[in-house]
């Protein structure tokens, strides 16, 4: 699998003050999905000391558990694409596509308020 270019169209202005948030949305494979998940569960931890990293959430597809989405949270998107480009050249993408069915979906988000 190639690695796969964020979508979108313009950018964005950021808010530094709520931050950014990527969301990332999965298919894995069925016989991979137990080391998938490992990973999955450890984000918050595992990047905990990363630079302008705030959170991790995973959610499951109820109806197709192959169907995982990730909404992380960053400082900046600057921060965020630094460690995308990180993982990328450490060989730890790669690791992560050869688990997957398809390219992953990732887009940046922006979150609203809701009352």
């Known amino acids: 699998m190639v690695a796969f270019g964020l979508s979108g169209g ?3 202005a950021e808010d530094v003050t709520k931050g950014v948030f990527i ?4 298919t894995v494979k069925d016989e991979r999905r137990p080391e ?5 569960t450890t984000l ?11 959170s991790a959430e995973v959610y499951i597809d109820v109806d197709h ?3 995982i989405t990730l909404i992380e949270k960053w400082e900046t998107r600057k921060s965020h694409e630094h460690h995308y480009q990180v993982i990328v050249d ?5 690791g992560i596509l050869d688990m997957l069915t398809e390219n992953p979906k990732m887009r940046y ?7």
Do not use: H, L, P
């Open 10 to 12: 313009q950018a964005m």
């Open 23 to 26: 969301k990332i949305e999965f």
């Open 36 to 40: 998938f998940m490992e990973i999955m």
């Open 44 to 54: 918050n931890t595992g990047m905990a000391t990363e630079q302008g990293f705030i």
């Open 65 to 67: 558990s192959e169907k």
């Open 90 to 94: 450490n060989g730890s993408w790669q």
């Open 109 to 115: 988000v922006r979150e609203i308020q809701v009352n």
